[in-house]
């Protein structure tokens, strides 16, 4: 008896602190200005939703630190999508009716992100998607930017560089998701232009663990380059089968495997390989001329340090997403259509995915600069000149 | 009323049952005996249908029913209960016997979904039947009880009456009186008279001597999957071969 | 057009893709057979196999043979704690009820898995180099041989283990019949115990040389598992050369069907002939009819 | 009799909660997620008519959802058909597939039958992701219209959750008099035991059949709903995964009950809502309530619940009692 009436008084103690000081920050601050995030965490994409959430997370911090934007807090809630549209979509409603917030960055991938664009056109809240597919942008509608890089523009990478090695016949290895399918569409409708002939068209499936009939298949088929398009694991699993079928091709990979995981997965079969890439992974061999080398390296060592892990070109989208929005906000203030408006505006912006340029006609503002050609050496990238 | 023709059935190599043949005359009661192991299981479950004879006919009547399937047999009137009582043990008392009116019923999914009239109608008569055939068997007092939640020996009973509710014209009982106390095989050999009165043929396998000398009228004994002996209960108690293979193992 | 040893590789690919895929149809069969029960969650003891071992080399630093040992001793824990926990206490022993609870299990240790170990693919190093090895124009890698090897070495040991010892016999006797078998005198519990623990050491053991071949994540036991359940399906639930010559045939299939066919639809031709053969013969293409039992 | 009654009131109450709601919830985000519990109460019914009913498992329900999604999906982005004849071709598409493999599919029993309806999940998915020029493939299907009637287009979270829900109760309502008639009592019988019911003279095959039939046609318009609300569907939503989802469902909820389907269906989808703390932990819990509700629980959650108020009831009258004495 005793003991109960000790507790509820030691609970009711801790409780009224409790209370008083969530009221005491509510009282003296102004409110935060409430950032929503829909991420693939967890899920068959969480290789992309985890380090977004970690780079958003991490620019919210450093903000919030130096005082916020003038003077407001930023508060940024995290929604996990686990990759699935219904969940996205349930989500996007949560942010915008129950936790109002100003703007949406993320989601991760292009199915999530199609399948919210219908509920933030309507409710009028600004999203910067972080996800490649092309339709997200195109054609253009009023709330919806994005940035992540065009799968075109990586595709425009590679084959200027095949042009320029007098590569025309290729084949094209592609996983059958919708990273893979984009890449496929993309690999397939700029070749004319190029004057590159796609010689075999093959495909894998996510959970595949041997490619070696398909390459098998692409090495009787007389190509001079092999592109794999996909994230891992399954490209290193190419990679390995390419060189235990004793292929001497040329092989090039997305930037879907831009990250250390896969030079680790892959091993000794990642030598030679050559990507299409974000700056990021290479930030410290830009030259100092570099337009975007100061947010590289902030970035790099601002993720390391909090994280003790590099970050990588997919943390990049998320940072690019909160810098610009947040540069938005503190010009436009908190009113969602303004902070859309400034968005549009944005002109120049050094980011880690490239230099940003929005405008009425183009919410993706990138061109094919954004991505650099890099090749495994010595397990570690470098910079194709 | 039922026969079968040279029912012979081979499972895998090993021959469960050779050249069987015998007839169960109308309204009669008729016992099938043999030791454990003699195939009468196996005769039941390929007369019901459950199995397909390597060879051999069956006949209700003077329809050929060699490979209906239970189903078809149930509509025609044929039906059985189980050594190991085969309840619907979810389901209650009242609706077991309602299942046994699913032939006597015709009510389809939509109808059924939509609860037209004439559904409701039937579903009526159908309770009311039910009702009639727990009271025919003593279990009404026990109608809204889970079926798994009988006794044992109700259990019994309520297989037999979930069986009269099909409204056959034979019924085939495996080992009734298995697991039942004096008592209640007493009030069994009664319930089958009552049966038969309603002028329906009943088979049964059974291992209580007592009760299968008491009702049946002819007795069929199997051994080790042949036909041995088939006459009046005082023949076959009479019978050498029977004494030396069956009774004189006891 | 063909490059000469086009055909050749499509073999050699089948083949060892089919003994990965009929080394897991094994641990399917112990237990099915021992038990009636179908283990949904048999593809996540090679999931485990393949990432204890990997958390083992790199946590506890030992060499790769120990590991290897003590990956299989962990997975065979875990399916101890397995049956154990959630077979043995199960009082309604109907097989939805274990097509569900396996289910569960399955779905728990790969969430339990994923939570210790991430989300991240891990490839383990390759036994004995990773120079491929040319045959008649194609190549294979010397860890195919390992996978051979050790599935021919395995259905030696299952043969011998069921036919001669007494351990063995129990077993398949209460696979035959768990009441006649408690009579005389076997426990039953413990041979459906016996029968998780040598299905989940067998599937860990598949999980672990298959890891440097095709890597290992917390979710790569779902597809390896439907695989190893396809091949145990096509080669009748035997726990001998029937698996053999399913998986075989299955993995053939899925080559030749990715090679000459199309690559997308390979697992659909997989499938499609798991459902041809449940609806034809569901007692497996390699077996003569069953014996019905009365 | 009373029993019916007792039923009728039960799901009038619940029909009117559910349909009063809204006006308690105006503007509110749980409004959306309100339309997704009746979509998947929707799917949970459809399932449990065939598991919690007939006894059947089904392995492979994302596939009904999915082919109804992109039947009607398919039929109006690329053709010009009206959303609601769309949702009917969906229904009948589904029911027809199901028709067909139902005969050799539910002839096999137990784990066969288990695995068999998981491999045509998988092939449907493969066919929903791979046939690209039909589907869109992995990248999805976008600009799918809305549902309308007249002037009212079910293009918002209140008019969306009225149009699920009214077709979610009322298949619910027909599951219920269902249950309680001379098919929904074959059925059963089916599930405890095939070979009586057969003897009874219960034809087990076809009306398997046609259970497995309507609980396909009712989950591919669960799946038609889904398309026209969403507006974009991809492969991703109609895998495996979602099939074991429907089944923890029903489990968690109750096997043959239609409440059940509701609350197994709430609490999947809100779980992670919940779970917002220990956001990775939701897999392991799904696995964890499978196995512990299919041990100790096997009417699940409903049962449960309804276990406890008998308890509760028993406790006041039994005090009643002992006062009076």
Known sequence: MKRGLFSKVVFSFIFTMLFGLMAGTLVFAAPPVK???????????????????????????????????????????????????????????????????????????????????????????????????????????????????????????????????????????????????????????????????????????????DMTAQLTKIRAGGAQAIICWGTNPGPAVVARNVKQLGIKLPLFMSHGVSSKKFIELAGPAAEGIILPSGRVIVANQMPKTDYQKKALLSYVNGYKKVYKVEGDHFGGHAWDAMMLLTNAIEKAGDNPSAIRDQLEKTAKFAGIGGTFSYSAQDHAGLTKDAFVLVEIKNQNWKLVK | MLSVEGITQIFGG????????????????????????????????????????????????EKNISFFAPETLAGLGLVRTFQNVELFGQMSVLENVMVGLHTKSKSGIFSCAFKLPGQIREEKTVREKAYRWLEFTGLVDEADIAACNLPFGKGRLLEISRAMAVEPQIILMDEPAAGLNSRETAGLAELIRKIQDLGITIVLVEHDMELVMDVCESIVVLNLGKKLAHGTPREIQEDKAVIAAYLGED | ?????????????????????????????????????????????????????????????????????????????????????????????????????????????????????????????????????????????????????????????????????????????????????????????????????VSSAIGSMAGIIIAPLTMTSYDVGIMLGIKGFCAVIIG??????????????????????????????????????????????PEGLFKQKATQRV | MIKEKRQILIFTLFALIVLLAPLFLKGSYFLNVLVFIGINTLLAVALNLLLGYAGQISLGHAAFFGLGAYVSGILTTRFPVDPWMALLAAALCAALLAFVIGFPILKLKGHYLAMAT??????????????????????????????????????????????????????????????????????????DSEVAARVMGVNARILKVQIFTISAFVSAIAGSLYAHTMTFISPTSFGFNFSVELLTMIIIGGLGSMYGSFLGAAILTMLPEFLRVFRDFDIVIYGLMLILITMFMPKGLIGGLEALFKIVINKIKGGAQNVKR
């Open chain 4, 118 to 191: 998981l491999g045509f999940g998988i092939i449907m998915y493969i066919f929903f992701n791979e046939t690209v020029d039909l589907t869109g493939g992995p990248s999805g299907l976008s600009g799918i219209p809305n549902l309308r009637l007249g002037q009212l287009i079910f293009d918002n979270d209140r008019n969306n959750y009225y149009l699920v829900w009214v077709i979610t109760l009322g298949v619910m309502l027909l599951s219920i008099n269902l249950s309680q008639s001379r098919i929904g009592r074959a059925l059963r019988a089916i599930n």
């Open chain 3, 236 to 281: 009748g639930m035997s726990s001998g050369l029937g698996t053999v010559l399913g998986g075989l045939l299955l993995g053939l299939l899925e080559s030749l069907g990715a090679g000459y066919i199309s690559a997308s639809y390979k697992d659909a031709i997989a499938f499609i002939i798991l459902l041809l053969i449940l609806f034809i013969r």
């Open chain 1, 35 to 209: 950032i929503g995030a829909l991420f693939s965490v967890s899920g068959p994409a969480a290789f992309l939703g985890e380090p977004e959430r970690n780079t958003a997370q991490m620019v919210v911090d450093e903000i919030n630190k130096t005082g916020g934007i003038k003077g407001r807090k930023l508060e940024l809630v995290v929604i996990d999508t686990q990759g699935d549209p219904a969940k996205a979509v349930q989500g996007v409603n949560k942010l915008i009716k129950d936790n109002k917030v100003v703007a949406i960055i993320g989601p991760s991938t292009t199915g999530d992100s199609m399948a919210v664009i219908p509920v933030v056109e309507k409710a009028g809240i600004p999203l910067i998607s972080c996800a490649a597919g092309i339709k997200i942008t195109e054609p253009v509608k009023k709330w919806v930017f994005k940035t992540a890089q065009n799968d075109g523009l990586a595709v425009a990478k590679i084959y200027e560089y095949l042009n320029k090695q007098k590569i025309s016949k290729i084949a094209i290895l592609t996983v059958s998701d919708g990273f893979g399918s984009s890449g496929r569409e993309q690999l397939a409708a700029h070749a004319k232009a190029f004057g590159i002939d796609i010689i075999s068209n093959e495909t894998y499936g996510p959970k595949d663990t």
């Open chain 3, 1 to 197: 057009m063909d490059h000469p040893g086009q055909l050749v590789q499509y073999v050699l690919t089948g083949l060892s893709n089919g003994a990965i895929y009929a080394l897991i149809g094994f641990g399917f069969a112990i237990i099915h057979n021992a038990t009636g029960i179908l283990n949904f969650a048999q593809g996540e003891f090679v999931m485990l196999g393949g990432m204890f071992t990997i958390f083992i080399l790199s946590f506890l630093n030992l060499p790769l043979i120990p590991a290897i040992m003590l990956a299989i001793i962990f997975s065979t824990l875990v399916g101890i704690l397995f049956e154990r926990l959630a077979i043995r206490p199960l009082k309604n022993v109907k097989p939805l009820s274990l097509v569900i609870i396996t289910i569960g299990a399955s779905i728990f240790i790969r969430g339990a898995a994923m939570l210790i170990w991430g989300k991240d693919t891990h490839a383990l190093p390759a036994f004995s180099g990773s120079n491929p090895l040319y045959v008649y124009g194609a190549t294979i890698m010397p860890q195919h041989l390992w996978i051979f090897g050790i599935t021919i070495m395995i259905i030696i040991a299952n043969k011998l283990f069921f036919s001669y010892s007494i351990l063995g016999k129990a077993m398949r006797a209460c696979a035959y019949n768990a009441h006649a078998a408690s009579l005389v005198g076997i426990d039953v519990k413990i041979m459906v115990l016996l029968s998780f623990m």
């Open chain 2, 14 to 61: 090993l021959t469960a049952l050779e050249d069987v043949s015998f007839s169960v005359t109308p309204r009669s009661i008729t016992g099938i005996i043999g030791p454990n192991g003699a195939g009468k299981t196996t005769l039941f479950n390929i007369v019901t249908g459950l199995y397909t004879q390597t060879e051999g006919k069956v006949y209700l009547g």
